[in-house]
């Protein structure tokens, strides 16, 4: 069974611009999460989606938002980027309805490394 | 606030050496506690999932513990190898449907 896929692995922006990530959950995942990976924060919890719907959202501003398909597949879009966006953008998918829940096991693709130049 | 915290912030052990990381949390009411492994440039894998009414749970070489009392976690790696060499992450949800809180990790180097 293939992974969690992530696109594109690397990414170059500069200030200002938006950038789109996507994510490919493991076939019959419905739920896929979003986390933001820096040195100095660790992994902080973007967004949540089951189903098409935004289950949870983490403490990001506004400029940070996300979708899921009719097929599970998920982006998340940044806009007006920052130079502290840079980061390394990882997508998680599991089979139960919450990321974390107590049976869930949340497997994670290799993410999108961003650079905000 | 729901705080997690590791330590130590990283370690050097020797090859077949044994070692423990500590997990410290706030989040209550507890509902589980998960430890990842994440190799450099790679994302998190699971290592072990508890919930409160378990004290210990292996995966291979590694272990993993649990006193939902103290509010603390250890997970145990036995003979070390190279490739054990990442950083391993703690991570506790609460019992309220929602965000996990993570830890800041604690970078393992496994030297031959």
């Known amino acids: 069974k293939a992974g969690v896929t992530q696109t594109p692995r690397y990414l170059i922006k500069t200030r200002g611009q938006q950038v789109t990530l996507s994510c490919s959950p493991i076939s019959g995942h419905r739920s896929v999460s979003w986390y933001q990976q820096t040195p100095g924060q660790g992994l902080q919890f973007l967004f949540e989606y089951f189903s098409e719907t935004q289950r949870n959202k983490g403490n990001f501003p506004g400029r940070f938002s996300g979708r899921q398909f009719s097929n599970s597949r998920s982006e998340m879009n940044v806009s007006t980027l920052e130079l502290g966006d840079s980061a390394l953008y990882l997508c998680?998918?599991?089979?139960?309805?919450?990321?974390?829940?107590?049976?869930?096991?949340?497997?994670f693709g290799p993410g999108t490394r961003l650079t905000v130049l | 606030k729901n705080q997690v915290e590791q330590s130590p912030q990283s370690l050097i052990i020797l090859e077949g050496k044994n070692c423990t990381l500590q997990c410290n949390y706030t989040v209550s009411p507890f509902s589980n506690l998960r430890w990842y492994k994440q190799d450099t440039g790679r994302g998190p894998v699971s290592l072990t999932i508890?919930?409160?009414?378990?004290n210990t749970k292996s995966n291979g070489r590694y272990t993993a513990t649990l006193d939902a009392d103290t509010k603390q976690s250890s997970l145990h790696i036995t003979a070390s190898q190279l490739s054990d060499s990442a950083s391993y992450i703690c991570?506790?949800?609460?019992?309220?449907?929602?965000?996990?809180?993570f830890g800041d990790g604690t970078t393992l180097t496994v030297k031959p």
């Open positions: 508890m919930t409160f009414s378990e």
């Open positions: 991570v506790v949800k609460g019992t309220n449907a929602g965000k996990s809180t």
């Open positions: 998680a998918s599991s089979l139960a309805m919450f990321a974390g829940a107590v049976t869930d096991t949340q497997y």
